[in-house]
């Protein structure tokens, strides 16, 4: 088992909603533990990175590397209908801030100098938003309000490669082929949660080691080679 981090800093306001509002206040609401701070599913992030990956190799030439990528990406992230042979071997853990940041506010949380409202105040903030009409006037009962994390604030999740090797349709996956599809899939990986189609959610990842060395730019170079991963 391999551990590595997907490292995600808020270039724009972000909402990780959790698809319900808290009623007379907001509309929309941020995902956030039981001491206020906001994170990310690992399950959603998951899904993203996947899609990304799917899209970057659907660009690579039709023929035999484009069919090696798609099995790298079998390995990473399964297929579905997935058996014992064939289930992901990543395991992507939930984006949270900085562990030892949280752990000096549940201290505080614990001794009562600290609120779990107070503490999802100071991270997010609430935006509003109303339709406009073609003749520029608001469209009446249009106005919307939603939470949003505030920009800069960096989110790591972990990833956890259940094995270094793996083999599918004859094809033996290496550690290294995996890391570079998620290098790649970390670098594509440009917007996140709510309202990223509409300006927020903007973001920046990438691939960490386990001690935190920045290794997205060594890995994602291989991606669209086959059998030539460095090792």
């Known amino acids: 088992m391999s551990l590595y981090h997907l490292k995600i800093k808020l270039l724009s306001d972000t909402t990780f909603g959790r698809g319900d509002g808290v009623a007379g206040l907001i509309d929309s609401e941020v995902e956030h533990d039981s001491d206020g701070f906001p994170y990310l599913r690992g399950r959603t992030l998951k899904g993203l990175l996947s899609e990304e990956c799917d899209n970057l190799i659907a660009t690579l030439p039709d023929g035999n590397i484009c069919e090696y990528w798609q099995k790298v990406a079998c390995a990473v992230f399964g297929s579905p209908g997935s058996t014992l042979k064939t289930i992901a071997s990543v395991h992507v853990g939930d984006a949270c801030l900085p562990k030892d940041l949280r752990q000096a506010i549940a201290y505080q949380i614990q001794d009562k100098t600290l609120t779990k409202t107070e503490v999802l105040d100071a991270l997010t903030t609430i935006r509003r938003q109303t339709a406009i009409k073609p003749d520029g006037t608001p469209e009446k009962g249009s106005l919307r309000s939603f939470r949003v994390i505030i920009r800069q604030l960096e989110f790591t999740a972990d990833l956890i490669i259940e094995t270094d090797r793996i083999e599918i349709a004859k094809e ?55 059998q030539e991963v460095a090792v």
Not at 192 to 218: A, K
Request: proline share 0%; aromatic share 10%; with cysteine.
């Open 172 to 226: 033996v996956i290496e550690l290294n082929q995996m890391l570079s599809l998620l290098a790649v899939g970390a670098l594509a990986l440009r917007y996140l949660g709510s309202g990223r189609n509409r300006g927020r959610g903007y973001v920046q990842c990438r691939l960490l080691d386990q001690v935190g060395n920045d290794i997205t730019e060594e890995f994602s170079k291989y991606f669209g080679k086959t």
